[in-house]
């Protein structure tokens, strides 16, 4: 039987002062670093580029910074909240730009 703890739950992450929550434990939170961010126009969507390390076997050099995630999220607006709420949460591959911030954090987190 599978017993649940404190560090199975979500929590909310700050990315550029949008509040998200992420179908993640809390214990991926320490090994997600944002990448980059695309609101909607009416900024009730928002597309995450995120680079995720929890799985530390994929991310022992440089060329696995190639390996991010992609979350959309939706706002949520009811009762009182204001937050949004992923509903998509895959890995992808980054190239580009992407690819090149995440090779800086993977810098970093090599050094540590």
């Avoid at 530390?56 to 706002?75: M, Q, S």
């Avoid at 204001?82 to 050094?111: G, P, Q, R, T, W």
Wanted: hydrophobic share 40%.
């Amino acid at each position: 039987m599978y017993e649940a703890t404190e560090e199975d739950l979500a929590e909310f992450l700050n990315f550029n002062g949008f509040e998200v929550l992420l179908p993640v434990s809390r214990s991926h939170h320490p090994d997600i670093s944002f990448i980059r961010i695309i609101p909607s126009s009416d900024e009730k969507t928002l597309t995450l580029f995120l680079h995720d390390s929890y799985y530390k076997d994929w991310f022992t050099d440089e060329w696995g910074a190639r390996y991010g995630f992609l979350a959309i999220a939706d706002r949520y607006q009811k009762f009182g909240c204001n937050f949004y709420l992923a509903s998509y949460y895959h890995f992808s591959y980054l190239i580009n730009d992407d690819y090149e911030a995440a090779k800086k954090i993977m810098v970093e987190k090599i050094k540590k």
